[in-house]
């Protein structure tokens, strides 16, 4: 049987600008001639210590700075493709961030072009089949939400769903009502961070409001026993990013993380890594790193990895194939 780091899954939870490594930080900023606060990568590395979701977007946005053109993206998306793989990734649903880069002047056709790139050709060369999610910041509003939604009209063939992601205290769900209802009706698939930080009700609003297919986070769906319920009912997954609780302090501790809690009450749940590069560890990490732990034995991570196939937006014939290859 394969361990936890190189069993067979996918990974539904990953924002391809935060697997964004110091070393290509550094690398990017010199192509682009662009001038960074932080002296060396371990000076950059060094920031990696948060104190809640805004500390890390702070940075995150920082970083981000440094990608520019479409190969900037092409780069980025083939260094994580290439990282995935030997984490066991056989298939990735990948979030990005169109209005980080439009709001500092970078086309979306720049961005779309690069990702994409990269993509087209990753079963080839990575075996890794994909998807890619837009996703809309939060903070930023609404409004600027539906004006994204209307730039991302002439990319609509290159994207699979949208998302909603950023700092989600203060910025409920349900505010994002018009643009998801644009979304579903367009025949993509829609997905939103919620009870990460935010309280149960957000999450509610997510399925009820906004009609997600899966919650990413959820982990404070452990709070309210009725979610719990609806959630294990409708076989709604959430997309667990383990060490990612952590650093941005949701859970003190990986061995007090609510992930058997949800398993123990029928839910759909899947592992991934959130932004990598910041969170001290890859999709197969953060598996061996909730074994480590948790305790979890062989079937548990067996079923975790066959459930990320479940959760995602392959067709069924592929999903069961990939399903069977998880012993
Ligand atoms: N963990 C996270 N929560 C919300 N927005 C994010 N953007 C990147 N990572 C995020
Ligand atoms: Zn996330």
Known sequence: MSS????PKAELHLH?????EPELVFDLARRNGVALPFETVEDL?????????QSFLDLYYLAMAVLRTAQDF???TDAYLAKAREQGVRHAEIFFDPQAHTSRGVALSEVVAGLTAALRTSRERFGISTRLIACFLRDRGPE???????ALQPHLEQIDGVGLDSAEVGHPPQLFEPVFARARDAGLHVV?????EGPPEYVWQAID?????RVDHGIRSVEDRALLHRLATDRTPLTVCPLSNVRLRCVP?????????????GLLVTVNSDDPSYFGGYVGDNFVALRDALGLDDATLRQLAADSFRASFLPEGDRDALIAEVR
Do not use: C, M, N, Q
């Open 144 to 150: 600027e939400a539906l004006a994204t939604w209307e």
């Open 74 to 76: 092409t780069d980025l």
């Open 209 to 213: 409001v906004l009609g997600v297919e």
């Open 16 to 20: 391809i600008e935060g697997t964004l």
């Open 45 to 53: 590395r060094r920031r990696y210590v948060f104190d809640d979701l």
């Open 4 to 7: 936890g780091l190189t069993l």
């Open 192 to 196: 939103a961070h919620a009870g990460e």
């Open 253 to 265: 501790e990986l061995s007090r993380h609510p992930l058997p809690k949800l398993l123990d009450a």
